[in-house]
């Protein structure tokens, strides 16, 4: 009987330990600043367009988001970001490089985009990836050769563990008259 406490404590740790594995490292993106709104080129956002961006490029990080051109400029809440969402890409920087990771819709990809619901003016959602690439540039050297002239090299490194990227932004502002 005087086993058991000591067993016990010990198979909660290790419980612990492996729901910790799970979820794996995880990173915060929150900002003050507003997410850009973005149309195709030449097409008004207030208008018809085929697609509406949301987008940010803040302290090295990048997130920029595309949506289906019927994605409300108001009342953008989890079930309509989810509806009209098409593809995503976050990139921010890591190991004297550029980390990038690319989300679809359809679930192909690095990972999945999932909406959370949030307060009224802001984007909350979770980026569950299974894998990112990490991209890191160099320039001259004999080992950055294109063809016959020394450039610019860059190696990309496949990071397959699980990485959750938990994102957190002012909405733009409502378009007029939508």
Same mark, same amino acid.
């Given at each position: 009987?005087? /086993?058991?406490?000591?067993?016990? *404590? ?10 910790? =594995? ?8 929150? *900002? ?18 085929? /697609?509406?961006?949301?987008? &940010? ?6 997130? /920029?988001? *595309? ?10 809440? =989890? =079930? ?10 976050? /990139? ?32 909350? =959602? ?7 690439? &990490? #991209? &890191? $540039?160099?320039?001259?050297?004999? $080992? ?7 450039? &610019?090299?860059?190696?990309?490194? #496949? #990071? ?17 008259g939508k």
């Open positions: 009987m005087r /086993y058991r406490p000591p067993l016990l *404590s010990l198979l909660l740790t290790a419980s612990l330990a492996a729901c910790a =594995a799970e979820t794996g490292p995880q990173q915060h993106w929150q *900002s003050a600043t507003r997410l850009l709104l973005q149309c195709p080129p030449g097409q008004d956002c207030s208008g018809k367009v085929d /697609y509406r961006a949301l987008y &940010i490029n803040e302290n090295g990080r990048q997130l /920029y988001l *595309s949506f289906a051109g019927n994605l409300p400029s108001r009342a953008l809440d =989890a =079930a309509a970001l989810s509806a009209n969402f098409r593809y995503g890409d976050l /990139y921010w920087p890591e190991g004297g490089g550029t980390a990038a990771a690319h989300l679809q819709a359809d679930g192909k990809g690095d990972g999945k985009l999932r909406f959370l619901p949030a307060p009224d003016g802001r984007l909350q =959602a979770e980026a569950l990836l299974e894998q990112y690439k &990490i #991209v &890191i $540039e160099r320039s001259g050297g004999a $080992e950055c050769r294109l063809d016959d002239v020394a450039g &610019i090299c860059r190696t990309e490194t #496949v #990071v397959k563990k699980p990485l959750r990227v938990l994102l957190d932004f002012p909405l733009p502002e409502p378009l007029p």
